[in-house]
T-cell receptor, first 114, second 115 residues
């Protein structure tokens, strides 16, 4: 069965600093990979996804993620964090095709300090 | 274009009762997925429907069921409610559930409290 590990439960960064959230997955074949963001005002929102092709994927709000098969990782990055990025971020892996039957990580809560 | 809507937004039930939650996807979307979110178990996939057929199911007991209608609206039902069923139930829709070019959109959720 597939699984996702987000090793950082809580991360604090200063506004304007760069951000990298870690995600490792376990799955035998090529996975479908996702990052979601959840904030009180916006609910749960898909940030970006990897289905196939280019391993560096761009998402909304200036986020990007890179699929590294050799490291079983799909880390999320943003060059300059804004206060509005404070939220909880979930990495997920899907195995049945696209958005079907995804398994979520436990989430990383991001705090942004001025 | 209207977003994904879920009704009701809040619900209080007692143990042993059953509950039905509704999800209306974005117009034109045929894939609807359901998720449960709890503090203890986190986000978990419940099931996914496409064109009135359940395509995938997560690891939940048979008390959790769902269906999808011809207009793509979906309902999920939980019978014989237990305290542990207290959760935020989210639904999401996408055009087909598999396309690389499509995005998945979430509803605001239904918060269920079981007493």
């Amino acid at each position: 069965a597939q699984s996702v590990t987000q090793p950082d439960i809580h991360i604090t960064v200063s506004e304007g600093a760069s951000l990298e959230l870690r995600c490792n997955y376990s799955y035998g074949a090529t996975p479908y990979l996702f990052w979601y963001v959840q904030s009180p005002g916006q609910g749960l929102q898909l940030l970006l996804k990897y289905f196939s092709g280019d391993t560096l994927v761009q998402g909304i709000k200036g986020f990007e993620a890179e699929f590294k098969r050799s490291q079983s990782s799909f880390n999320l990055r943003k060059p300059s964090v804004h206060w509005s990025d404070a939220a909880e971020y979930f990495c997920a892996v899907g195995v049945s095709g696209g958005y079907q039957k995804v398994t979520f990580g436990t989430g990383t809560k991001l705090q942004v300090i001025p | 274009k209207a977003g994904v809507t879920q009704t009701p937004r809040y619900l209080i039930k007692t143990r042993g009762q059953q509950v039905t939650l509704s999800c209306s996807p974005i117009s034109g979307h045929r894939s609807v997925s359901w998720y449960q979110q709890t503090p203890g178990q986190g986000l978990q996939f419940l099931f996914e429907y496409f064109s009135e057929t359940q395509r995938n199911k997560g690891n939940f007991p048979g008390r959790f069921s769902g269906r999808q209608f011809s207009n793509s609206r979906s309902e999920m039902n939980v019978s014989t409610l237990e305290l542990g069923d207290s959760a935020l139930y989210l639904c999401a829709s996408s055009f087909s559930g598999t396309g690389n070019q499509e995005t998945q959109y979430f509803g605001p959720g239904t918060r269920l409290l079981v007493l």
